[in-house]
């Protein structure tokens, strides 16, 4: 299933409809309701920030629903289901910032070692999933702000997948990435 292209109204809709899922689920909106204009099948992950710091991320690789119910699902996992985090308490939410992150179709890398995937890797652009025994990790475009050097960033993927950062990337499936996001705070504009 294709993933949908947003432009900058659809991406403002994307934050608001974060919003209110997250609003409704505390009982201060009513549900919502996907627009139009995010009714096309979509992928995405939605971030929560707790005063600049990770609250909250969980998203989709890959369209399997309206990006716009995407959105609704993701921002409410991302508040109450992140396995590293307690669930998001109705008092965080004046402190909370959310961005939206919508994931183009990810593009399977064919390297055959460690230095082809590092020669290949676009930073500050791709995002990056691996693959390998049964195990999968993603890091969104974002994540080059933290680690910004190529084999820093492969090496943590590794670890953040369970793998060993010295495992050759040329034994694992590798795919790019990339998202349009926007954000917004949770409480006002």
């Given at each position: 299933?294709?993933?949908?292209?947003?432009?900058?109204?659809?991406?403002?809709?994307?934050v608001a409809l974060a919003r209110?899922?997250?609003?409704?689920?505390?009982?201060?909106?009513?549900?919502?309701?996907?627009?139009?204009?995010?009714?096309?099948?979509?992928?995405?992950?939605?971030?929560?920030?707790?005063?600049?710091?990770?609250?909250?991320?969980i998203g989709t690789l890959e369209?399997?629903?309206?990006?716009?119910?995407?959105?609704?699902?993701?921002?409410?996992?991302?508040?109450?289901?992140?396995?590293?985090?307690?669930?998001?308490?109705?008092?965080?939410?004046?402190?909370?910032?959310?961005?939206?992150?919508?994931?183009?179709?990810?593009?399977?890398?064919?390297?055959?070692?460690?230095?082809?995937?590092?020669?290949?890797?676009?930073?500050?652009?791709?995002?990056?999933?691996?693959?390998?025994?049964?195990?999968?990790?993603?890091?969104?475009?974002?994540?080059?702000?933290?680690?910004?050097?190529?084999?820093?960033?492969?090496?943590?993927?590794?670890?953040?997948?369970?793998?060993?950062?010295?495992?050759?990337?040329?034994?694992?499936?590798?795919?790019?990435?990339?998202?349009?996001?926007?954000?917004?705070?949770?409480?006002?504009?």
């Amino acid at each position: 299933m294709p993933a949908m292209r947003c432009t900058e109204q659809p991406l403002e809709q994307a934050v608001a409809l974060a919003r209110q899922s997250l609003l409704a689920a505390f009982g201060r909106v009513d549900e919502p309701v996907v627009p139009p204009q995010l009714g096309e099948p979509g992928a995405c992950f939605v971030t929560l920030l707790k005063d600049g710091q990770l609250r909250g991320c969980i998203g989709t690789l890959e369209a399997h629903q309206s990006l716009g119910q995407d959105i609704i699902d993701n921002a409410r996992r991302a508040a109450f289901s992140d396995p590293r985090f307690a669930p998001v308490s109705e008092t965080e939410l004046a402190r909370l910032t959310l961005e939206v992150s919508v994931l183009t179709e990810p593009v399977a890398l064919e390297v055959a070692d460690e230095n082809s995937l590092l020669a290949s890797l676009r930073p500050g652009e791709d995002g990056l999933i691996v693959e390998y025994g049964g195990r999968r990790a993603t890091f969104l475009p974002s994540v080059w702000e933290q680690l910004p050097e190529p084999r820093q960033f492969v090496a943590a993927l590794k670890r953040k997948a369970g793998l060993a950062a010295e495992l050759d990337a040329g034994m694992m499936r590798w795919w790019r990435y990339g998202t349009e996001h926007a954000q917004g705070a949770v409480l006002g504009a």
